[in-house]
């Protein structure tokens, strides 16, 4: 349950890389436009795929960085810096040696340098070199890109990297959100990253026939959440990352709010490694309104998890209406993994820019490609076309994951009257 002695946590910076624009307001813009940054893969190995959609970034490092800086990160690394450098220039963040050391780094990942891996692999299996580069290690390991943040803004706060799957990135904002409301930060950069793009990942994901059947007409329109017609989820790359800083330290130099983190849940499933369930998914949104202590009726809408798959629609549609009951009817849902792809242990953070912005703009973004509807997903899943709505002050994101950790995370426009 909220406690009223612990502190109050704000967003006051944002920074993206994802298919749909790396800044804030691209992305925010092409997602309500209905745009979709599914295409075919642009990639050497294409031919050897059996599914050839995904949603690349538009992503250069050698606009960015230094070939040095480079020598040092897989992409997964350069998408989590990049997003952070560009948090860090929105919240107008300077932090003194103090400062630094009450601030911290989370960062979730599902895959971390799945490149730099695969790039071994490749030279000592299929060129039958003897020696690999001599940073694989560093590029490769989870905790690369949290590094490589904590580093640059020279960090002496706690920096973890959380791997739960596909809710990795919705955890890694909660617990930094805790960081700061209990007390031990001031300050935390919060987000995820994922650049799984590779032959082997993608190999790996066509073996467990999850993934979607190109649309026979446009290969952009293959992400199909809600819908009966749905195939299978769409794979994407990319990163996002907050700035969070506790209330009173980001009103005393004047910080921006973008939206208070109110609520935040997390629990396990505890039965299937792939199965989602009706109960531990309304468990999760259950923690989360009650740390936010929100009657369900008060959420605005919902960023739904919205994979495209047939069992994980079906059953989030259920678990909604499990926990909101009558209401569930009347509130606005959609997936924009529609348009930006599942971008596994990134696709949290990305989904709360979303949430965020459709909060501070009074715009709900669609769940696109919503042409035939299932009898099973009945609720107003926004198809299509993005909604101006009246002001709405509650929104909730949701991340349900392989292995069965769920992620909740509600968002609220900032209100001391």
């Given at each position: 349950m909220a406690n009223s002695h612990l502190r109050r946590v704000v967003i006051t910076g944002i920074g993206i890389v994802s298919p749909l624009g790396n800044t804030p307001d691209e992305f925010f813009s092409n997602i309500t436009q209905g745009k979709s940054g599914i295409g075919l893969i642009k990639a050497d190995f294409v031919d050897s795929l059996d599914c050839k959609i995904a949603a690349q970034a538009n992503f250069d490092g050698t606009q960015h960085f230094t070939k040095q800086q480079l020598a040092l990160m897989d992409n997964v690394s350069q998408f989590a810096l990049y997003s952070a450098q560009q948090a860090a220039i929105d919240a107008n963040l300077a932090l003194s040696d103090d400062d630094l050391n009450r601030t911290g780094c989370y960062i979730g990942t599902g895959m971390g340098g799945a490149k730099s891996t695969e790039d071994g692999y490749i030279r000592l299996y299929?060129?039958?070199?003897?020696?690999?580069?001599?940073?694989?290690?560093?590029?490769?390991?989870?905790?690369?890109?949290?590094?490589?943040?904590?580093?640059?803004?020279?960090?002496?706060?706690?920096?973890?990297?959380?791997?739960t799957a596909c809710s990795s990135s919705t955890i890694a904002i909660g617990e930094a959100y805790r960081q700061i409301q209990q007390g031990y930060c001031d300050v935390m950069f919060a987000g995820g990253t994922e650049a799984l793009l590779t032959f082997g990942s993608i190999k790996a994901w066509e073996a467990l026939r999850t993934l979607a059947k190109p649309d026979e007409v446009d290969p952009a329109c293959s992400s199909k959440p809600f819908s009966k017609n749905r195939t299978g989820l769409v794979l994407g790359e990319g990163a996002a990352v907050f700035v969070l800083e506790e209330l009173e330290y980001a009103k005393a130099r004047g910080a921006r709010i973008y939206a208070e983190i109110t609520g935040y849940g997390t629990t396990n499933d505890g039965a299937h490694i792939t199965q989602p369930s009706v109960e531990g998914q309304a468990r999760a949104m259950q923690a989360a309104l009650e740390n936010a202590n929100l009657a369900p009726e008060k959420i605005d809408y919902i960023n739904a998890h919205g994979t495209g798959t047939l069992l994980n629609?079906?059953?989030?549609?259920?678990?909604?209406?499990?926990?909101?009951?009558?209401?569930?009817?009347?509130?606005?849902?959609?997936?924009?993994?529609?348009?930006?792809?599942?971008?596994?242990?990134?696709?949290?953070?990305v989904e709360l820019v979303a949430a965020t912005l459709a909060l501070t703009n009074n715009q709900l973004p669609p769940t696109i490609n919503l042409a035939e509807p299932d009898p099973e997903c009945d609720l107003d899943y926004v198809p299509n076309v993005s909604r101006k709505v009246d002001n709405i002050q509650h929104v909730m994101s949701n991340s349900f994951a392989f292995g069965g950790t769920s992620g909740v995370i509600i968002l609220s426009k900032i209100n001391d009257h």
């Open positions: 299929k060129e039958n070199q003897s020696r690999l580069k001599p940073f694989t290690v560093l590029m490769a390991m989870n905790s690369a890109a949290g590094s490589q943040i904590a580093m640059h803004f020279q960090l002496c706060g706690p920096n973890l990297t959380f791997t629609d079906a059953t989030e549609t259920a678990a909604i209406k499990k926990i909101f009951g009558e209401y569930a009817y009347k509130i606005p849902v959609s997936s924009t993994k529609s348009m930006h792809g599942h971008l596994m242990g990134a696709t949290g953070a």
